[in-house]
């Protein structure tokens, strides 16, 4: 089975400045999707990035961006010029197709960030 | 992004009775959605993977015979929560899955059985 860790259970950044999320997960996989999730406290799910295994290159969106080692099966996520609203819990998330219409699904913990003014 | 909507936001029932929660993909077909369960400060439990025209996928420790899933169209998914308990008391998130194997969340639904 899959698993997921996300080290970190709270971290807290200063609001402009940079923080690194981390998260390994362990699979014998090679095709497989990893996303990081945003749950702020209204509690909506929300995709911040997602990367293919197969891709080399780190996924980026805007102020958000993947360092993604799939020897290493490390996949973290960097948040540069935080802003207020990026406070939020922030799930690492594995998937996998494993068959028509059935796929494999696990979430970590989550790491509960804290941007302060 | 896509939209997924969830109905009831909130629901307050006796226990013995049973619960229907609508998973709706808005703007978007989804073959497939998610099923999660929340506890209070934890991460999202899978339990069930439900597809269109098809039998759902529980996981395991799951009862499917309590958490009866249907999926009848290409936008609509429901879970009913049968002879529901207090310990069923959580909060139920869908998701559905679009043609990139991306998930996009319904914004949850707060069951509290009394």
């Known amino acids: 089975a899959q698993t997921v860790t996300q080290s970190q259970p709270e971290m807290s950044v200063q609001e402009a400045e940079t923080v690194t999320l981390s998260c390994t997960y362990d699979?014998?996989?090679?095709?497989?999707?990893l996303f990081w999730y945003k749950q702020p406290p209204s509690r909506q799910m929300i995709l911040v990035i997602r990367q293919e295994a197969y891709k080399q290159q780190n996924a980026t969106e805007n102020r958000f961006s993947v360092n993604f080692q799939k020897a290493a099966k490390s996949f973290s996520l960097k948040i540069s010029d935080s802003q207020l609203g990026d406070t939020a819990m922030y799930f690492c998330a594995f998937m996998k197709r494993a068959g028509a219409g059935s796929y494999q699904l696990t979430f970590g913990k989550g790491t509960k960030l804290s941007v302060i003014p | 992004g896509a939209v997924v909507s969830q109905h009831p936001s909130r629901v307050i029932c006796k226990s013995g009775t049973s619960v229907k929660i609508e998973c709706r993909s808005l703007?978007?077909?989804?073959?497939?959605m998610f099923w999660y369960r929340q506890f209070p400060k934890q991460s999202l439990m899978l339990m069930a993977t439900s597809n269109e025209g098809s039998k759902a996928t529980y996981e395991q420790g799951v009862e499917k015979d309590k958490f009866l899933i249907n999926h009848a169209s290409l936008t609509l998914s429901t879970l009913t929560v049968t002879s529901a308990h207090p310990e069923d008391s959580s909060f139920y998130i869908c998701s559905g899955l679009d043609r990139r194997n991306e998930q996009f969340f319904g914004p949850g639904t707060r069951l509290t059985v009394l």
């Open positions: 703007d978007f077909q989804a073959t497939t």
């Open positions: 699979t014998s996989e090679n095709n497989y999707y």
